[in-house]
Every structure is written in structure tokens, then in C-alpha cells.
């Protein structure tokens, strides 16, 4: 530093930020990317329909967690345990906090500990 509250940038802090510069994304072809657009709407529409089958009693929580599909394993577990019947925020918070599980976590992210407390404390509940 030449004076206070100055400072020089070092040759070797200007190499480490320049390589930064060159690293892009890869390109897509616009097939690529409507395909990944209809996958995408096609996993929403499948959670969707999930969510109503769900809260009207027509799937089960316990047997899709036990299982679950391959739509629903990026989804987070606070999500779809909320459309469970007379489940709130607040319960699923509480849930959640005593199976020692991030809200944020998802259904293919959990551990078999983390699922086997989910599925033990829902069969607890009233």
C-alpha cells in the first residue's frame, strides 16, 4: 500500500480473477434447449398432479417417500410434505426440526436415517 486506505493490485491477484473471465457456459442449441424446457414443464406438471393426488388422499406420503420417483427427487421435502392434510408451515417446521432435517433439504437428498425418522414421525402423528 503507497497510502492509507489505498492499495496496488498484485500481478499474481490480477492472473487468478483474469482466468475467471475465460470460463463460459456452454453453448445450446435451441433443440437442446426445448428439450430441456419440455422436461421441465413435464416434471411440474407431474408434481402438480402429485400434490393434488396427495392432499385429496389418493397417494400416500409414507409409500411415495419409502419410493420415491425420479420427478420428485429434486423437490424439496418442506414442499411436499406441506400438501399433506392438516399439515401447515408451522408442523412441517416442526417436523422437520425434530428429524433433524434443513427445510430446504430434497427427497432425493435425504439420507435413509433422515427418511426413516420423516416416515416414523408421520406415522406418529393424529
Known amino acids: 500500500m503507497d497510502k492509507v486506505g489505498e492499495m496496488t493490485v498484485q500481478p499474481d491477484n490480477v492472473k487468478r480473477f483474469e482466468r475467471f473471465d475465460r470460463i463460459q457456459t456452454p453453448e445450446r442449441s435451441l433443440q437442446q434447449r426445448m428439450d430441456a424446457l419440455e422436461t421441465a414443464n413435464e416434471i411440474r406438471t407431474y ?17 411415495l417417500l419409502a419410493s420415491p420417483p425420479e420427478e420428485i427427487e429434486t423437490m424439496k421435502i418442506f414442499d411436499l410434505l406441506l400438501v399433506v392434510p392438516k399439515m401447515g408451515r408451522v408442523k412441517v417446521n416442526k417436523l422437520l426440526m425434530q428429524c433433524r432435517i434443513s427445510p430446504s433439504k430434497t427427497v432425493g437428498g435425504m439420507s435413509e436415517r433422515q ?5 416414523s414421525a408421520l406415522r406418529r402423528r393424529p
Open 47 to 63: 408434481r402438480a398432479n402429485l400434490k393434488k393426488d396427495i392432499k385429496a388422499g389418493k397417494v400416500h406420503i409414507l409409500k
Open 115 to 119: 427418511r426413516d425418522e420423516v416416515v
